[in-house]
């Protein structure tokens, strides 16, 4: 199922990321069809690891690397468990424009 998946969209009633299939067209829940992407229902529900990658499209490697560089997104540690906030993944994301190569997107306040 995973080369089928058109870009992800939240839907608006239940705050659930929810990707369409190519071939059927049928809307799919995340937490049907892949089990590291978990339902976030608000700003404030913890991410591990592996969940917030999966959440970035990023590899659990880089997200780690990110970290240890201290340019990735703001985590919480419990005890030696590092979570992330769905706010401080899409917070940290947003950062992250870019209009060429060479510069940053200027954000307008």
């Known amino acids: 199922m995973r080369g089928r998946i058109f870009p992800l969209k939240i839907g608006?009633?239940?705050g659930i990321l929810i990707a369409s299939?190519?071939?059927s067209g049928k809307e799919i829940p995340m937490n049907k069809q892949d089990k590291?992407?978990?339902?976030?229902a608000n700003d404030n529900d913890l991410f591990n690891v592996v969940e917030a990658a999966a959440f970035l499209r990023l590899k659990r490697s880089t997200l780690d690397?990110?970290?240890c560089e201290g340019r990735g997104p703001i985590y919480r540690k419990h005890g030696t468990r590092v979570f992330y906030t769905r706010a401080s993944l899409l917070a940290w994301s947003e950062a992250q424009m870019f209009s060429s190569t060479s510069s940053r997107v200027q954000r307008t306040k």
């Open 21 to 23: 299939d190519k071939t």
């Open 36 to 40: 590291t992407l978990p339902m976030a």
């Open 65 to 67: 690397h990110y970290r």
């Open 12 to 14: 608006a009633a239940s």
